[in-house]
């Protein structure tokens, strides 16, 4: 049986919005003399609201956090999922004991290695070398341990010219760099990492993300991962925790967190930009993206026998202009299933009037597997190629399947595993 390294009890952390405490000092005592003495429920709480942006509060007191209860088990890679504004970093706030929580209890077992906000932990008028030092001494270890240590942190981070600098003369990448290197490398029984790797370029990233594998699947120790990258966050981790509005919405396999996170965006199918913000070039400019099924409406979820159709309405803001459009097509976990572009049709040759055009892809039914996908869109130049804007993660769907003759599928009800599951020929 694995053993419980971090345990979750009832967990809720609320904040005010604006003015700072109960607004009089007799209100502070009795909230003091409340909660403290009779250890009795705090009375200025119970007003407080879920923390749900996209809704217009009534309560200056806001739940970033309300009632969290897991358990993350020795030697798990665990990501922690949502939309921003959802509670991810609040939640690893509170796991490293940066704050305290409002309510209820954090159980660790095992000493805890963060890497949260940039700069986090890092003293700006020390040196680099001088930083590793004070996180290791923060983390209880003894120099000695940490001088072991020192040659593969400043190895790793790709920072030995600078580590005698101070690190406030450090770009934003070079600190994180070096406090992943540090977090990484010291013996922690527990990292935890926020989406500040984000900040790092391609390749560190990549490197970053074999090093937490190694700890976690090699070293057997506990890594918890906050990503909008669903790709690394599905090759990483094997458990999954999805954050909606403050709570835990799925706890489970990371597959199945994923899918859940992905179906769960209602307006996933439909994309409208203000003109002000949509993405353009000096020519063109993006309205509108939308996912439609065989009957021409806006449609999350699609039978995988049926044709998907996705429609992009965009303005040409200048005349005599020759272009192509361009498409791609990604799965749930990030992987690039198919690239298209209309090279061969009129539009390198007829230039398009000014005013609204729309081109519609059709992606054929019993092609792609069950799952959720996503596309991204872009106009481009040719003869020279150029690309005047791509545009990420514009709209998606789910392709979902049901016992049928019709599907491929058949009356089979068990996993299906591939990327694409055509109807293929067989003799």
């Known amino acids: 049986m694995s053993e419980t390294v971090i345990k979750v009890d009832n967990l809720s952390k609320a904040y005010q919005i604006g003015q700072i405490g109960t607004g009089t000092i007799s209100r502070d005592l009795e909230r003091f003399w409340v909660t403290k003495i009779l ?9 407080g609201e879920t923390n749900d942006r996209s809704v217009k509060g009534q309560s200056d007191i806001v739940w970033s956090l309300r009632d969290i209860n897991f358990e993350i088990n020795h030697g ?3 990501g922690i999922i949502g939309k921003n504004g959802a509670g991810k970093s609040t939640l690893l706030k509170l796991l490293s004991r940066v704050t305290s929580p409002t309510t209820g209890e954090i159980k660790v077992k095992g000493r805890i290695a963060s890497l949260l906000e940039v700069g986090t932990g890092f003293h700006p008028e020390l040196s680099g070398r001088e930083n590793i030092f004070l996180n290791g001494a923060i983390l209880g270890m003894r120099k000695k341990e940490i001088a072991r240590k020192l040659d593969e942190i400043i190895d790793f981070s790709g920072v030995e010219r600078y580590i005698d600098t101070p690190v406030k003369r450090y770009s934003s990448g070079m600190y994180v760099r070096l406090a992943f290197a540090v977090a990484a490398h010291l013996e922690s029984e527990i990292l935890i990492v926020d989406e500040v790797l984000a900040v790092g370029d391609a390749e560190f990233q990549k490197k970053c993300l074999g090093k937490m594998s190694d700890i976690s699947k090699g070293e057997g120790r506990t890594v918890l991962f906050v990503s909008h990258n669903m790709a690394a966050v599905k090759s990483l981790c094997n458990k999954g925790i999805v ?3 403050g709570m835990v919405a799925f706890n489970g396999e990371v597959d199945n967190a994923l899918d859940y996170y992905l179906k769960s965006s209602e307006s996933f199918a439909h994309k409208k930009w203000e003109v002000t913000q949509a993405p353009k070039s000096d020519f063109v400019r993006l309205l509108e993206a939308e996912v439609l099924d065989v009957n021409n409406r806006v449609a999350l979820n699609h039978p995988i026998t049926d044709d998907v159709r996705i429609k992009f309405t965009y303005e040409i803001t200048k005349e005599n202009q020759l272009f192509l ?12 299933i198919l690239s298209s ?5 009129q539009n390198l040759k007829t230039p398009l009037p000014l005013g609204i055009h729309s081109t519609i892809i059709t992606i054929p039914g019993n092609f792609l597997a ?16 150029y690309v005047e804007f791509h545009e990420m993660e514009i709209v998606g769907f789910n392709v979902i399947d049901e016992i049928s003759e019709k599907s ?3 009356t089979y009800a068990g996993g299906f595993p ?3 599951r055509p109807l293929l020929t067989w003799k």
């Open 39 to 47: 250890g009795k429920e705090d009375p200025f709480l119970k007003i």
């Open 76 to 78: 798990d890679a665990v």
């Open 408 to 410: 491929v599928r058949g």
């Open 341 to 345: 572009h209309d090279k061969f049709t």
């Open 243 to 245: 954050l909606a509005n």
């Open 370 to 385: 069950e799952g959720s996908y996503n596309c991204s869109f872009a106009i481009m130049r040719y003869n020279p190629f």
């Open 325 to 336: 459009h361009g498409f791609n097509l990604f799965n749930g976990h990030g992987v690039h």
């Open 418 to 420: 591939g990327i694409v």
